[in-house]
């Protein structure tokens, strides 16, 4: 069994999707347990028959909002959903927790409760993006956004341990975002790197990576700092939901192209799946003592259900104890 805390508080659909999320996840497999985190005001009476015994709820008194400085919240809030969820990790009683709340609480809590691997400089929010070949892991994407040259070095290599033994990619390729293929191109920062990524022997350097290369699969991980990471990962969800609406605009516009949109419709439906970033789970905050995954503050039960599932994947696979060998190693 694997035990997920989820923060039942976060999100902006909190939290009947969050809940619903949980019980789609135990659906699903049977091999899971849930912790719902929340105010017992919201969540008494709402666990169903069906879940009783791999669902159980942890009552806390106290919610961190967006608008909240992280640091001061985390440390004034000890019995906020997210700090107790937290605290479930850090005392084995959960195995990974899962949030759609503030993301600036959860990164803080990570370090703070959860704690750093030791020889992890800095953890990363590492989402997975649809591609044309399948997925490429974002790698950071919102945790660090003054990074240093050895910080993207280090992202490199604990995002291709997670490429190789979690997604299940062989000598992952590994790419910088830059604004050129050349060499010469490129920021301080990105300069400073190329030459460190390039001595790197355990991982599979391809060089700079453009942003247009990104949905083609141009590289199975994605390098960068987190404010570029960011920008990339909201652009990306934009373009993907206007590019989804314009789409079913269109096949709906008249009599004729209702009935061509009958007639593709599970073709297009698996095409379309297959671009939702909601079906690959949340962020998970790489290079942490446990498993934490940020999820979307927008999120609605199916990347909570993913999310969760996500959990049992990292735990099933060692994640922390595989990332935590490579830095005593080096």
Partial sequence: MVTVALDAMGGDYSPEEIIKGAFDALKKDKNIKVILVGKKEVLEGKIIKEFEDRCSVVYSTEVITNEEAPVAAIRAKKDSSIVVGMNLVKEGKADGFVSAGSTGAVLVGGQLIVGRIKGILRPALAPLLPTE??????????????????????????????MEKVIGIKKPRVGIVNIGA?????????????????????????GSVEAREIPKGGADIIVCEAFVGNVILKLYEGVGSTLLG??????????????????????????????DASEYGGAPLLGLNGLVVKAHGNSKANEICNSILQCKSFKEEALSDIIREKMIKN
């Fill in 133 to 162: 070949k399948g997925v490429s892991l974002l790698i950071d994407c919102g945790a660090n956004v003054d990074a240093r040259a050895e910080h993207l070095v280090q992202f490199a290599r604990i995002g291709s341990l997670y």
């Fill in 182 to 206: 050349e060499e010469e191109k490129g920021n301080a920062l990105v300069k400073e790197t190329m030459p460190l990524l390039k001595e790197c022997e355990d991982i599979n350097f391809i």
């Fill in 246 to 275: 314009k789409i079913k605009e269109a096949l709906t516009k008249n009599i004729f192209t209702k009935i061509g949109a009958m007639i593709i419709k599970s073709s297009l439906k698996e095409t379309l799946k297959s671009f």
